[in-house]
Nanobody, 124 residues
Framework: VQLVESGGGLVQPGGSLRLSCAAS????????INWFRQAPGKEREGVSC????????HYAESVQGRFTISRDNAKNTVYLQMNSLKPEDTAVYFC??????????????????WGQGIQVTVSS
């Protein structure tokens, strides 16, 4: 499956963005989809995951209550709604498909397919 992120950009602190992860080449609803981010000089970290089965969601503690992951299987797309954004949310955001339908604990990096990433900048 090929993944393409969109929806990034520059936003002021407290603002919102919605990222999209569009898939082609395969049916997205067969896989758990993760969002990761990587800030300059920092390791890539898991942000959120949505399972294929039952749409179970998981969030990193740093975004819990502010970010919401969802999927529209008819559009073969997964979304990440980001509210109350903070400067520390600034990073390149990636979506990635896992090998199976469930979210694995700890946001492992050995995933099947990655998007190219998209920049999110939170600054006044």
């Amino acid at each position: 499956v090929q993944l393409v992120e969109s929806g990034g950009g520059l936003v002021q602190p407290g603002g919102s963005l919605r990222l999209s992860c569009a898939a082609s080449g395969d049916t997205l609803d067969l896989y758990a989809i993760n969002w990761f981010r990587q800030a300059p000089g920092k390791e890539r970290e898991g942000v959120s995951c949505i399972a294929s089965l039952h749409g179970t969601t998981h969030y990193a503690e740093s975004v819990q209550g502010r970010f919401t992951i969802s999927r529209d299987n008819a559009k073969n797309t997964v979304y990440l709604q980001m509210n109350s954004l903070k400067p520390e949310d600034t990073a390149v955001y990636f979506c990635a498909a896992d090998w199976g339908p469930v979210c694995r604990a700890g946001f492992p990096l050995d995933l099947w397919s990655w998007g190219q990433g998209i920049q999110v900048t939170v600054s006044s």
